[in-house]
């Protein structure tokens, strides 16, 4: 575990040397399984460490309605690509008030997947200062470049990610990456990766295929 912690505290004090204009705006990307919010959960205890005031956020708290996700079929992975989150809403209720010309009065989340509904959660306010952490899929999107003031993509082998996935139990898929089961999942992620190419757009990639050894690899043009 310390190759683990060493990590993380390099990449907090990566994110703690620039300046929030008046908040950082940071993601944490990678594939279904890849381990991005215990991994941005314990990059964000880091921080904290450092004295940071730092907002965790994630875009399950922004998907889209069932009808939505689902309208080019349950399994398709054009759908999981395109039609999983409203980013329209990620933008005017969490990034675009944390950003230069902002509010500062956010809300982390605006629906709920399970209930397939929609939220109502009152506006925080955050302090100049802080550290967003946005964990998910699909951060690098091209709408989201120029968005994100640093970011980072966890590379992991769907060798890897979809066991690990599916080990959280029912519901989440067969450890099998070639089973049906999963096609919209890593069909949709490889989609993501034609388009988007988020390991070129990412500031760090980190290679998270051994939890207990991740390494930094190549930095991206950055985000």
């Not at 509010?103 to 200062?129: H, K, W």
């Not at 970011?151 to 979809?162: E, G, M, Q, T």
Request: hydrophobic share 40%; aromatic share 10%.
């Amino acid at each position: 575990m310390k190759a683990r912690q060493t990590v993380l505290e390099e990449l907090a004090a990566r994110l703690d040397a620039q300046s929030a204009r008046p908040v950082l705006r940071v993601a944490v990307d990678g594939v279904d399984g890849a381990g991005k919010t215990t991994f941005a959960d314990e990059l964000a205890a880091c921080l904290r460490d450092l004295s940071r005031e730092v907002i965790r956020a994630s875009v399950d708290g922004f998907h889209h309605p069932r009808f939505v996700r689902y309208q080019r079929g349950r399994g398709s992975p054009e759908g999981f690509y395109r039609d999983s989150y409203d980013y329209d809403g990620l933008r005017w209720a969490l990034l675009d008030p944390l950003s230069s010309d902002g509010s500062l009065r956010y809300r982390t989340a605006i629906f709920d997947v399970d209930a397939d509904q929609p939220v109502s959660q009152a506006e925080l306010t955050a302090q100049p200062g802080s550290l967003l952490i946005v964990d998910s899929l699909f951060l690098h999107r091209p709408e989201f470049r120029g968005v994100w003031d640093d970011s980072i993509f966890l590379r992991v082998d769907f060798a890897v990610s979809v066991p690990r996935g599916a080990a959280r139990g029912p519901g989440f898929g067969s450890p099998d990456p070639q089973a049906e089961i999963n096609r919209r999942y890593t069909g949709g992620n490889r989609l993501y990766f034609e388009e988007a190419n988020p390991e070129q757009w990412a500031g760090v990639v980190v290679d998270h295929n051994d939890l207990n050894a991740p390494f930094i690899g190549s930095s991206g043009a950055g985000s």
